[in-house]
């Protein structure tokens, strides 16, 4: 007798964490710290394949998982950074891990920003805080393809001049021409020479062509509405403008349901909204 026995589909389990080693860890401020990460295997590095804003579940083995941002570009294939800030249970557990432990991550996840279709046009990006987590990967990607895209302009907002991350690198672009960074302190000490007060002042600083140019937006919540309502006194179109939204998040793949906004669910249909949807999310804006 001949049994027919059908090739059964590779079922790849959204659950299950992939092996990554940590490569290289770089202190940015007494909270955060940069990541480098290996993916282990071939298989597992050619299916990662991300966008900038996207989001991964970070697993630390016995503790738990937290989703966090990924911080550098698409083109840098084969790693991936995150700028962890140590907050609680994971992220306070990856603290402690030095180069070559192994952690678990499962993604990449979410809607990204929409790299594509911002090509030809400037770029406004405004980031509060831990914001310059996924717009650092939107930076950099930029970055890679520059002569796709017109005049970019970055404002970002610190607490304080410690608090900034990135420094060195944005040290080495405020003297490039080709980036207008502008950075902004609450708080600034003896050392700062730049602007202080809130980064929606920045705005009386800069030229924005209103059709010409798309915004991306990331900080804390209370940010959101005072830039979105910046960049339209600037008379920038509306389509053009994306926000990048945190919620509490379980799964990251659409079905446990812990982060409902309005009728959409952060993990699925974000972290990367547009202005019209981000309207929506009453309670987001
Ligand atoms: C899409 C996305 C991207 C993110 N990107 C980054 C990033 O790039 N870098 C980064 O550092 N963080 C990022 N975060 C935030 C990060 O996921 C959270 O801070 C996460 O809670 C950290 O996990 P933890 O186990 O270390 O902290 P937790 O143990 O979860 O604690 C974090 C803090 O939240 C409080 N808390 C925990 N659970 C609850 C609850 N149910 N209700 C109210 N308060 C609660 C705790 O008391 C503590 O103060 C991102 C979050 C999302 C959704
Ligand atoms: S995190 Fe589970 S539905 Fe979004």
Request: net charge negative.
């Amino acid at each position: 007798m001949t049994t027919h026995l059908s090739a059964a589909p590779i079922v790849v389990n959204p659950y299950r964490p992939s092996p990554a080693r940590i490569t290289s860890i770089i202190d940015l401020t007494p909270m955060e710290k940069l990541f480098e990460f290996r993916l282990i295997g071939d298989a597992a590095r050619e299916a990662f394949d991300f966008q900038a804003g996207q989001f991964v579940e970070l697993s630390i083995f016995g503790v738990g998982e937290a989703p966090i941002s990924i911080s550098s570009a698409p083109s840098k294939q084969g790693f991936i950074e995150l700028c962890v800030r140590n907050s609680g249970d994971v992220t306070g557990a990856l603290h402690s891990k030095k180069c070559g432990d192994i952690v678990g991550l499962r993604g990449p996840f979410g809607r990204g920003f929409p790299f594509q279709e911002m090509k030809g046009h400037d770029i406004l990006l405004v980031a509060g805080g831990l914001g310059i987590a996924p717009l650092k990967s939107l930076i950099n990607h930029i970055h890679d393809d520059r002569h796709d895209f017109g005049k970019v302009t970055i404002l970002y907002g610190s607490r304080t001049p410690a608090d900034i991350l990135f420094r060195a690198q944005f040290d080495m672009w405020r003297h490039r021409d080709d980036f207008d960074l502008i950075l902004s302190v609450d708080q600034p000490d003896e050392t700062w020479d730049g602007a202080v007060g809130l980064v929606t002042k920045l705005f009386d600083t800069i030229d924005v062509d209103p059709k010409g140019t798309y915004g991306a937006i990331c900080g804390p919540p209370v940010m959101y509405k005072y830039v979105i309502a910046e960049m339209r006194k600037k008379a920038m179109d509306a389509d053009h403008i994306y926000v990048s939204f945190e919620r509490r998040m379980k799964c990251g793949i659409g079905k446990c349901g812990h982060c409902g906004v309005g009728h959409q669910y952060a993990c699925i249909d974000g972290p990367v909204f547009n202005y019209w949807e981000a309207m929506n999310l009453q309670e987001a804006i």
